[in-house]
């Protein structure tokens, strides 16, 4: 039984249950590829670049070309949240608090969503026939916001960079950009950013940055800290892309934004959220609020995501 309900007793003041401050439910997972499918696991496959050939002459045989075929194989897990509001509790209260609790689990499993679609993003991706392969983001993909040679917080040029590269791929689709309060911050610091004579989108009055250089932006307090690099990037200390030669010190923990095209993120879903509200027999007919939902995520293409390191 959740013991901590006793503070919600019929003595309170107030009638009215607060949520305290939280991320509400799944921020990414309405801009990504979604699937449902039955099964532990499902396997997308992948068609690579056709490439055609010059016809030497007249009336030669016809050509018979190979084309790359690939896959990516998404693993799903089971996540869960339950507790246990007991029937004296609900005599007691002035309120049912079933219906908060059902709200607190559908934000739980949507974290855990974002927790699961950025590691993806970042992470290896199985692959190969059986999905027993792993594939890294590679330092391709990665660049890093440099001002003055050193490590940034965020900045347009590490935006600009992003979007190159994604452009230099062919990238076509929505482009959105995850960032963290710090990086927002530091962006807006920018007059590229919040002079009417560059954006069309007042950011200053909103404090907020809607869309710029064609990524939408997207807030989130769950990328990761990282200390991997602490001992120096090697990238270009005026570009901030990853280069043979060259490093970039850091001072401190960095943080991980992400560019990325949705298409490029396959979300897998068993099913949608399950969510249930019972009698427990065995638990003296306390009422319990479930909530479940079974998913899982990869990276489908390496060129449609990009990771912006920054400084934390």
């Known amino acids: 039984m959740n013991s901590q309900i006793e503070s919600w007793r019929v003595q309170q003041y107030t009638a009215n249950v607060y949520q305290l401050a939280q991320q509400k439910g799944s921020r990414l997972g309405p801009l990504v590829r979604s699937e449902v499918f039955k099964g532990k696991s499902e396997f997308f496959d992948r068609l690579g670049l056709a490439t055609a050939q010059k016809k030497s002459g007249r009336n030669t045989p016809t050509p018979n070309l190979d084309i790359a075929h690939s896959r990516r194989m998404v693993t799903t897990a089971m996540y869960e949240w339950a507790t246990l509001v007991d029937r004296k509790d609900k005599l007691q209260n002035i309120h049912d608090p079933e219906n908060q ?122 990328l990761p800290l990282s200390s991997v690099y602490s001992s120096g990037l090697t990238v270009d200390s005026s570009s901030g892309l990853y280069s043979a030669s060259g490093t970039l010190t850091l001072a401190g923990t960095e943080i991980s934004g992400i560019a990325f095209v949705s298409d490029g993120l396959i979300l897998g879903k068993n099913e949608e959220a399950v969510g249930r509200i019972d009698e427990r027999p065995d638990m ?9 939902m079974d998913f899982g995520a990869v990276r489908m293409e390496e060129v449609k995501v990009v990771e912006v390191i920054a400084q934390a």
């Open 284 to 292: 003296s007919y306390s009422h319990q609020v479930y909530a479940s």
């Open 101 to 222: 609790y059902a709200v607190s689990a559908r934000n739980a499993l949507g974290r855990s969503m974002d927790d699961v679609l950025i590691a993806a993003a970042l992470g290896n991706a199985a692959s190969g026939e059986d999905g027993s392969s792993s594939t890294a983001l590679g330092s391709a993909q990665k660049l890093a916001a440099v001002s003055g040679g050193n490590l940034a917080r965020m900045n347009i040029q590490a935006l600009k960079k992003a979007k190159l590269l994604l452009d230099q791929a062919e990238v076509m689709g929505s482009r959105y950009f995850i960032h963290t309060a710090g990086m927002l911050e530091s962006m807006l610091d920018q007059t590229e950013v919040t002079s009417a004579d560059y954006n069309t989108v007042k950011a200053l009055v909103a404090g907020e940055i809607d869309t710029f250089l064609g990524f939408k932006f997207i807030h989130s307090e769950r």
